[in-house]
C-alpha cells in the first residue's frame, strides 16, 4: 500500500479522487435506500423548482433550479430532489483540493479534501438538501479562483471569481463574505496592496455583484419581500448580550469540522503557528475568522443560527491541514480524519437502514422526516370523500409537504391566510386560498379554526386523519370541509 506520507506531489489526485468518489457514492446509496421522506425546508424547495424563478420569499432561486434539473432528469422521488446535495458536496470537496494544492502542495490538498468531505456538517448535509449546499459548492470554487487570482492577477482569472461570486449569490446571500473578506485581506495584508492598484482586481471584487441583479429585479417586483424577512431573521430587534450564547455558538462552530480541527485553528491563530507557508496560512485564516467573528457577534447580542457561518470552514479546514501537516502533532490529522470518516460511514449507513430496520420513538426529530407519504394517501382520500377538489393547509411546514404529497392526486393545495394578514411566505403569498374565488375546499389543520378567523358557519368537522406526522397532535389531524 501508497504511504500517503512520502507519494509525490502529482500522485495526490489519484487517491483524492477515489476518496471523493467512495464517500460519493456510499451517500447516493444511502438516499436511494433510505426510507427518510422529505423535510418541510426540502418540499418547499421542491415545490419552488416546479415554478421557476430568480427569487423566493427567503432566498433567491438557484437551489429551486438545482432541483428542477435532477428532478426533470430522474422524477421528483425523494433521492432525486436531494441528489444535488452529495454531488455537490463531493465536487466542493475536489476544489478545496484544487485551491490546497495551488496554494500549498498535493499532500497538504488531500488531507485538506479528506478533511473536507468528512466533516460531520457536510456528512449531514449530504444527505438533506438546503440552501447551504450550493453556497458550500460556488464558495470552494471561489478558494480556487481566488488562489488562481492571487498567483496571477489577469481579467480572465478575475471573471473566473467574479462569475463563481455571481452564481453563488443566487444560492444564499452569504456569497458575499467571499469578496468582502477578499477587499479586508488586500488592505490588511501589507505585500498585497498592490493588487488593489490593479484594475482585475476590483473586476474580481465588484463583478460579482452582477449576478445579484436578477434577484434584486425579482425582490422589486415582490415588495423585497426577500431583504425583509434576511432583515427580520436576523433578530436584531430583540439586541442584548448574551455570554450563554458565545458559548453555544461555539459549540456548535466546533461540531461542524469537528472539535479537534477547529481547536486546532483556534489555537494555531492566537499562539502564531503557522505551516510551511505563512503567506496562504494568512490568506485562509483571513477568508474564515472574520467570518466567525462577526457571525458571533451577531450571536452574542441577536440571533443564533449554527450555518451561517458555515462559509468560515472551507478555508479554516485548509489551514488547519497545512498546519498539521507541517507539524510534529500530524497524528492529530489523521485522528479527525478517522473520527470523522467514521462518523460519516456510520451516519450514511444508518440513514440507508431507515425503512428497512425498527426505528426507535426518540429523538423525535426524526418523525419529521416520517409518515409524510401515508399522511398525503389518507388526505387525498378524504378529500375526494368530500367532494372537493382543493385543499387548504395552514402553515408552511403543511403547506411545503401537503404540495409535495399530493403532486400526483389531482387536487389543488391553497394557502391559508388570515383575513388582514400579510402574507408570511411564498405560499401565502402566491397560492392563498381566496373562498370566492376557489369554492368548497378540505382544510387540514391541528389549530382551531375560530383562531384562524374562520367564521363558525363556514366549517363543517369531519374528523380527524390517523396520522403520525410531527405536526398531528396524539396520531390525530382534524380536518373539515371549508364552505364559501
Known sequence: MTDLNTTPDRDWTKPTLLVIAAFLLLRLAALLLSGFELSYDEAQYWAWSRHLAFGYFTKPGLIAWLIRGTTEICGDGVACVRAPAPILHAAAAWFVFLAARRLYDGRIAFWSAL?????????????????????MFFWCVGLHATALFLEKASLSRALYLAGTVAVGLNAKYAMIYLPASLLVYFLATADRRLFLRTGATWVALLGGLA??????????????????????????????????????????QAAIPGPILFVVTIVAA???????????????LWLSL??????????????????????????LVIFASAVLCDSRWRGLMKLSA???????????????????V???????????????????????????????????TVGRPMTSETLYELRDSGLTVRAHVAPGAAPADQFQMTIPY??????????????????????????????ALETRIFTARDGRMPIYRLDR
Open 434 to 463: 381566496d373562498p370566492t374565488e376557489h369554492g368548497p375546499a378540505l382544510l387540514v389543520t391541528e389549530v382551531d379554526p375560530a383562531a384562524l378567523g374562520i367564521a363558525p358557519d363556514r366549517i363543517e368537522p369531519l374528523g
Open 338 to 356: 478517522a473520527l470523522n470518516g467514521t462518523a460519516a460511514v456510520a451516519l450514511a449507513v444508518a440513514v440507508g437502514l431507515v425503512g428497512h
Open 211 to 252: 449576478g445579484f441583479l436578477p434577484n434584486l429585479i425579482w425582490n422589486a417586483q415582490n415588495g423585497f419581500v426577500t431583504f425583509h424577512h434576511t432583515g427580520d431573521n436576523a433578530g436584531w430587534e430583540a439586541i442584548g448580550f448574551k455570554f450563554g450564547k458565545i458559548l453555544e455558538y461555539l459549540g456548535g
Open 115 to 135: 478533511a473536507y468531505i468528512a466533516m460531520p456538517a457536510v456528512s449531514l448535509s449530504s444527505l438533506l438538501l438546503n440552501t447551504d449546499v450550493p453556497l
Open 358 to 392: 425498527p426505528l426507535p420513538e426518540k429523538p423525535r426529530q426524526m418523525h419529521r422526516l416520517l409518515y409524510w407519504a401515508d399522511y398525503g394517501d389518507k388526505l387525498a382520500a378524504a378529500a375526494r370523500a368530500a367532494g372537493v377538489t382543493t385543499v387548504v
Open 270 to 284: 492566537v499562539f502564531g503557528w503557522r505551516s510551511r507557508k505563512p503567506s496562504a496560512d494568512r490568506l485562509m
Open 290 to 315: 472574520p467570518i466567525l467573528i462577526v457571525i458571533g457577534v451577531n450571536a452574542a447580542f441577536a440571533k443564533l443560527h449554527g450555518n451561517w457561518a458555515a462559509t468560515a470552514f472551507p478555508a
